[in-house]
């Protein structure tokens, strides 16, 4: 089983940014692809970024390609969430995630863990 326990986020004007922190509890976490996925008020939660177990392969959704970065380091049992050039429809609770399967998904039913979530607020 992994704990995940997310950081790092806060209120930024847009245009700044933020870097979010993951970190998993457990000896396995280099098992895991790892995504980050965000929810804003009233609506679903939507797939934002994912990394592969090694790291060597990196997703995003088209809203932030180009303005996000999604990295992992494992000897820190932590995945990062690098968010420049933000904007105001950013704003959302930002979760970490891990799922143990050989696809990488974009759904977020097929992540086996979830952190509590950080609150990422843009403002305009």
């Known amino acids: 089983q992994v704990q995940l326990v997310e950081s790092g986020g806060g209120l930024v004007q847009a245009g700044g940014s933020l870097k979010l922190s993951c970190a998993a509890s457990?000896?396995?976490?280099?098992?895991?692809?790892m995504g980050w996925f965000r929810q804003a008020p009233g609506k679903e939660r939507e797939f934002v970024a994912a990394?592969?177990?090694?790291?060597?392969?990196?997703y995003y959704a088209d809203s932030v390609k180009g303005r996000f970065t999604i990295s992992r380091d494992n000897a820190k049992n932590t995945v990062y969430l690098q968010m420049n050039s933000l904007k105001p429809e950013d704003t959302a609770v930002y979760y970490c995630?891990?799922?143990?399967?050989?696809?990488?998904?974009?759904?977020?039913?097929?992540?086996?863990?979830w952190g509590q979530g950080t609150q990422v607020t843009v403002s305009s």
């Open positions: 995630a891990a799922q143990s399967g050989v696809v990488i998904y974009r759904t977020p039913n097929r992540y086996d863990y």
């Open positions: 990394i592969s177990k090694s790291g060597g392969n990196t």
């Open positions: 457990g000896r396995t976490f280099s098992s895991y692809d």
